[in-house]
Nanobody, 125 residues
Framework: QLVESGGGSVQVGGSLRLSCAASGDVPSWYCMAWIRQAPGKEREADAVIDTDGSGTYAHSVRGRFTITKDKVKNTLYLQMNRLKPEDTAMYYC??????????????????????WGQGTQVTVS
């Protein structure tokens, strides 16, 4: 089980920190991702992280978002800075066995993860 939190409403240029707590049935050694879905649009991955803690980002969020993971707590984070109206979306965390090339998780269509959270809404205005 994955449970997201930290969403909310924020002004343009503001910051939010999303969290995703993974329960025991989600292996701690899985790679993880943050995926967004804006109204009327398909899901797209913003950031992915490997077991060494190395993050890879979609072009649209690179330099503004940072993905990290606390291995002890098995909790994933997304620090979102300089938020824009186009960042408004439902944000989901997801997990799966690490692929050979993690950057493949950033291309469409979104990878079919076996573990998904319920989502947390981010609204930027």
């Amino acid at each position: 089980q994955l449970v997201e939190s930290g969403g909310g409403s924020v002004q343009v240029g503001g910051s939010l920190r999303l969290s995703c707590a993974a329960s025991g049935d989600v292996p701690s050694w899985y790679c993880m991702a943050w995926i967004r879905q804006a109204p009327g649009k398909e899901r797209e991955a913003d950031a992915v992280i490997d077991t060494d803690g190395s993050g890879t980002y979609a072009h649209s969020v690179r330099g503004r978002f940072t993905i990290t993971k606390d291995k002890v707590k098995n909790t994933l984070y997304l620090q979102m800075n300089r938020l824009k109206p186009e960042d408004t979306a439902m944000y989901y965390c997801a997990a799966d066995k690490c692929p050979n090339d993690l950057s493949g998780w950033l291309v469409l269509p979104v990878h079919r993860y076996p573990y998904w959270g319920q989502g947390t809404q981010v609204t930027v205005s």
